[in-house]
């Protein structure tokens, strides 16, 4: 059986979906340590001004390895972010279908980052019919025997741009095509064509 590790990630992107198909089962990290300016707390979308970054912001006080790290309670984030992405989204194709099991996700979002990633990575995975193992790591391994390690993969200081081709977008009348946005850009444009997709990358 192919299996993969992953860093967790909040709406990953395109690129970090099509490797994690690839695997019949993966192993998603918990035990690294939060890393600032990572996936593990941002997605960008296509706003109506170009790429908008939604971001977690994280409590201080309850940081240190993801499974540890909590969101700042004070953030009323998981309200700002639906309302992004309905405004984003919402003449899609594909969103009414799936806004209301994202509108669930945010109105039950847990306080703990790995439980966010979790769930929203569930999503997509169920969304795609992915036929994909998930797990969550049991302890910290610097090196995994007979796992393909991809944890140090995906990052948007190093946003890659390596795509199949483009793909309808609301605003691509605005500004042109947006490479390697959120996976949810993919899956509101793209519906059920969205697995293929990756599938090409």
């Known amino acids: 059986m192919k299996k993969g590790l992953f ?6 992107p395109i690129s970090y979906y099509a490797k994690l198909i690839r695997y019949e ?23 109506p001004n170009g790429a908008l970054m939604l971001n977690l912001s994280i409590d201080h006080l309850h940081k240190g390895l993801m499974k540890e790290t909590r969101i700042a309670p004070e953030q009323n984030w998981s309200q700002q972010h639906w309302q992004a992405l309905q405004t984003s989204y919402n003449n899609s194709p594909f969103f009414d279908s799936l806004a209301p099991e994202i509108q669930s996700f945010y109105e039950h979002a847990p306080a703990h980052l ?31 025997p ?49 697995y293929d997709y990756l599938q090409e990358l």
């Not at 860093?7 to 990953?12: A, E, R, V």
């Not at 994909?132 to 302890?139: A, F, G, N, P, W």
Request: hydrophobic share 35%.
């Open 25 to 47: 089962e993966v192993v998603l990290e918990q035990f690294d340590n939060f890393q600032k300016q990572s996936y593990r707390n941002r997605c960008y979308i296509d706003g």
């Open 146 to 194: 007979e796992i393909q390690d991809h944890r140090q993969d995906f990052s948007p200081k190093k946003r890659s741009f390596v795509q199949a081709k483009p793909y309808p977008q609301v605003f691509d009348h605005k500004h042109g095509f947006q490479p390697e946005l959120s996976i949810l850009d993919l899956i509101f444009n793209e519906g059920p064509a969205a």
């Open 114 to 144: 790995a439980e966010v990633n979790l769930a929203s990575t569930r999503l997509v995975l169920k969304w795609l019919r992915a036929d994909v193992k998930l797990h969550l790591s049991e302890s910290w391994q610097a090196t995994w």
């Open 7 to 12: 860093s967790l990630s909040y709406w990953g």
